[in-house]
């Protein structure tokens, strides 16, 4: 039920709602907010409202009484306040246009890339030190600005693709493995042999029969079948000459696990080689978000809670640690519902506030390519939990990720 109240009557306090008056038509940050001053109320009045809705609920004062509230006092449409207003939010609007033209650059050159490593996967058997040489390259270049942003950004953005395939996949533990790498303080030379097993960690799987890979549920020969692929990856990788031993070893133990559970050697602790850790974690978290059976498809937040509560003792806990602040409580991609009643997309998380990331806001109202950005450094509003695409009007989700996939990217350009 809507509550509507006398702009007269309102008072600091106050959460109330603008409706359908378009965001670019008023100076506040936000079409739904708390009111916290009573120069905010002049602002309401000079835009010529007189009645706005209201919610209790999220309401920390109660509006004016009837009888109580003051009369109407003449407003400046010029008053400094408002201009004030006006010229922040159309410095915020330039500033969110450079924004969005950074995610769409980083669409763009995940796309690029992704390519790139699908040519390189898919030569590696015929021309394997060609294919090398080629991958080394897109790693330098996946590397540079990794090491010189100062601000390194992960964009998951969109939805899932029906036949993800192999590039894809790898492209998203190489660049998830690298983000780690970078945040575990790794060399540059580390970070290549990192980059390069991560590329090349799962190339064994192309001697493995797709339904054994795609069978959740392997019966025993099956998942000794699909186990062998650490195998076979190691026989393609004796095909490149000169490959360091660092690659190999991401490539021959990303499946192995800090207690000893895991595969083939039942390797446990430090005596797991510190690149193949990072690369399991990547690809065990890429693994949650992208099953080949997309109805088991967690989101990005589930993924690092079902990894912590349920699989912690599989990972170096430094590492995991240090992986869930590099991408956040709430990862890039993550659909979340905020405290004053919007549905947004994460896009970027803040690696000292990690429950303050960039939302790309649902607004039926803004064109899709003018979505608002908002940090929530600077909002009142507040995530209050992260929620299923599935639970989601199909509006929301086309609107928020309207190209039908997750991707990756490191953009190390802003």
């Known amino acids: 039920m809507k509550h509507t109240v006398a702009v007269d009557r309102l008072k600091p306090g106050v959460f109330i709602s603008l409706g359908e008056m378009r965001w670019l038509d008023h100076p506040f940050l936000l079409n739904r907010f708390r009111l916290s001053s009573s120069e905010q109320i002049k602002v309401l009045r000079s835009l010529g409202l007189k009645t706005v809705e209201w919610d209790p609920a999220r309401s920390t004062a109660q509006p004016l009484p009837e009888t109580a509230h003051p009369a109407a006092e003449e407003v400046d449409f010029s008053s400094a306040v408002l201009n004030s207003m006006l010229d922040a939010k159309r410095q915020r609007t330039e500033r969110v246009r450079g924004q969005r033209e950074g995610l769409a650059r980083c669409e763009r050159l995940f796309e690029q890339e992704t390519t790139g490593v699908s040519d390189i996967l898919r030569d590696l058997g015929s021309r394997p030190n060609e294919s090398y040489g080629r991958a080394k390259t897109t790693i330098g270049r996946l590397i540079g600005p990794l090491l010189d942003a100062q601000s390194v950004a992960v964009h998951l953005v969109n939805m899932k693709v029906k036949e993800p395939g192999l590039a894809f996949h790898a492209m998203n533990v190489t ?11 790794l060399s540059e030379e580390e970070m290549r042999f990192l980059g390069l097993g991560a590329m090349f960690h799962d190339i064994g799987k192309i001697d493995v029969p797709t339904r054994v890979l795609r069978n959740a549920q392997r019966t025993s020969a099956e998942e000794q079948f699909y186990q062998a692929h650490v195998g076979y990856g190691i026989k393609h990788a004796s095909a490149i000459n000169d490959l360091p031993v660092p690659v190999k070893n991401v490539i021959a133990c ?14 446990a602790g430090p005596k797991i080689p510190r690149l193949a850790r990072i690369a399991a974690i990547a690809n065990r978290y890429d693994n949650l978000c992208n099953p080949f059976d997309l109805k088991l498809a967690k989101t990005p937040a589930e993924a690092v809670a079902f990894m912590f509560k349920h699989e912690k003792a599989h990972y170096d806990p430094e590492l995991l640690q240090i992986f869930v602040k590099a991408i956040g409580v709430y990862p890039p991609g993550s659909f979340v519902s905020l405290s004053d009643g919007s549905i947004g997309l994460v896009v970027e998380t803040n690696s000292s506030e990690l429950l303050q990331p960039l939302i790309m806001l649902y607004d039926p109202s803004v064109p899709r390519n003018e979505a608002l950005l908002l940090d929530l450094r600077e909002a009142e509003t507040t995530i209050e939990a992260a929620i299923s695409p599935a639970k989601l009007p199909l509006e929301v989700v086309e609107y928020l990720a309207p190209r039908g996939r997750i991707d990756y990217y490191i953009d190390g350009t802003r």
């Open 175 to 185: 660049v998830l493995s690298l983000l780690l790498g970078k945040s575990a303080r």
């Open 254 to 267: 990303h499946h192995e696990r800090w207690d000893g559970s895991g595969f083939p050697n039942r390797l």
